[in-house]
């Protein structure tokens, strides 16, 4: 069986449970899924989560076992060694990270870099350290409007975010800062995954909002993806959300930015529907979990936020084509009632959905991430490069 086009939605952050090492990560325990849907009386009103399989995975409150034929469920289980954005998405499109990205999550960013990026921009720099992006600009926000300083801040990824009025500083300024932060920490002791410049608009902290003109400085994929290999063979690999992003715009055709989850789920209709796509990959990333729930330990905005995208799914599948695969998985774990505002390593839910699919079942858990990716290249007849890594999901294709 082939299809002609596979779309990969993430859930950001929507873990299911200890990863086989998740003692190593301090994260014993956790369960992103499960802990979120304890904390609604009735559990997760998720209709068609729960069609595709959800409730083998885990004792999700509101599912139930039930039979579904059109539908795989698995676990997966991350080979490599971190449990960040690029860690978890690069490793879907076959890449095995060895050595975790750096953080400055407990200490934020030291002073010989601070005072390099005063000197190099001639702003001065304030906050350094990890916070919520919008809480961030309540306490600093009007200093930095008064001063024409940069927020400096970061979070439990592998990443540096300067905040810049857009008004009083001007794009074009704070993203000339984002350039040079770029370049500096590309030195191994600065080193840092991602660069994100963060304007924001409003009069004082009651009513400061961060702005659509976000611009990420990232680094391409540390080897060969899967995606690449799409591309150099003419298939389409569209991207919705922060992929182009996470890959540096590395193996993708075409690209289109996203404001919410909501925005996300529009975008990746257009392509579901679209007369243009006929045959690849669609690769989709939904923030918000992560960003707007994960961070903040809200398991209640989380747990609305998935049956949200529940609603949003229905209609999804009601559009797919026969020859269509619809899969869906996680990039890590970040269980809202865990300790401290970090990602969690977890297994991720891998739930793949098709109309063609008749002996639908639940598979046992799998190894890597990567199991994704090879998919993919079989689907398509192709084949990893021998640096990559992933295991074909047999029963998929058969």
């Excluded at 797919?320 to 899969?327: A, C, N, P």
């Excluded at 290249?377 to 192709?382: A, D, E, I, M, R």
Aim: proline fraction near 3%; charged fraction near 25%.
């Amino acid at each position: 069986m082939m299809f002609n086009r596979i779309f990969l939605i993430v859930m950001d952050s929507l873990g299911i449970g200890n990863a086989l090492d998740a003692e190593k990560f301090n994260d014993f325990g956790t369960n992103t899924f499960k802990h979120i849907s304890e904390k609604f009386e009735n559990g997760l009103n998720i209709p068609n989560l729960n069609s595709l399989g959800i409730a083998d995975l885990d004792e999700i409150r509101g599912t139930n076992i039930v039979k579904h034929p059109n539908s795989f469920s698995v676990k997966l289980n991350e080979s490599s060694n971190g449990k960040d954005t690029m860690t978890g998405h690069w490793e879907m499109m076959g890449i095995l990270t060895t050595k975790p990205f750096q953080t400055f999550t407990d200490t934020g960013f030291p002073k010989d870099l601070i005072d390099e990026l005063e000197k190099e921009t001639g702003h001065k720099l304030i906050g350094n350290y990890a916070a919520s992006g919008t809480e961030i600009l309540k306490t600093l926000g009007e200093e930095c409007m008064k001063t024409n300083s940069l927020i400096i801040y970061t979070s439990s990824d592998s990443v540096l975010q300067l905040c810049g009025h857009e008004e009083t500083m001007g794009l074009e300024e704070l993203y000339r800062c984002c350039e040079i932060a770029r370049k500096l920490t590309m030195r191994p002791e600065w080193f840092v995954g991602r660069v994100i410049a963060r304007p924001f608009i409003g009069t004082n902290k009651d009513n400061f909002k961060r702005t659509s003109n976000r611009h990420d400085y990232t680094i391409s994929p540390s080897g060969i993806t899967a995606m690449d290999i799409l591309k150099e063979n003419h298939y389409q690999v569209n991207c919705v959300g922060k992929i182009n992003d996470i890959f540096n715009g590395v193996g993708v055709t075409s690209t289109v930015h996203t404001n919410s989850n909501e925005d996300g789920m529009d975008k990746t209709m257009d392509l579901v529907k679209s007369k243009d796509f006929d045959k690849g990959f669609c690769f989709v990333n939904l923030v918000e979990f992560d960003s707007e729930y994960g961070h903040r330990r809200n398991p209640i905005g989380y747990g609305e936020a998935i049956m949200a995208f529940d609603k949003r799914l229905g209609e999804l599948i009601s559009n797919l084509r026969e020859d269509d695969l619809l899969t869906i998985t996680a990039d890590h774990g970040n269980d809202p009632t865990y300790k401290g505002t970090d990602h969690t390593r977890e297994k991720v839910p891998l739930l793949i959905y098709s109309k063609s699919i008749n002996d639908g079942k639940h598979l046992d858990d799998r190894n890597s991430f990567a199991d994704i990716g090879e998919t993919v290249l079989k689907n398509f007849g192709l084949n990893k490069d021998k640096t990559m890594i992933g295991e074909e999901i047999k029963e998929i294709l058969k």
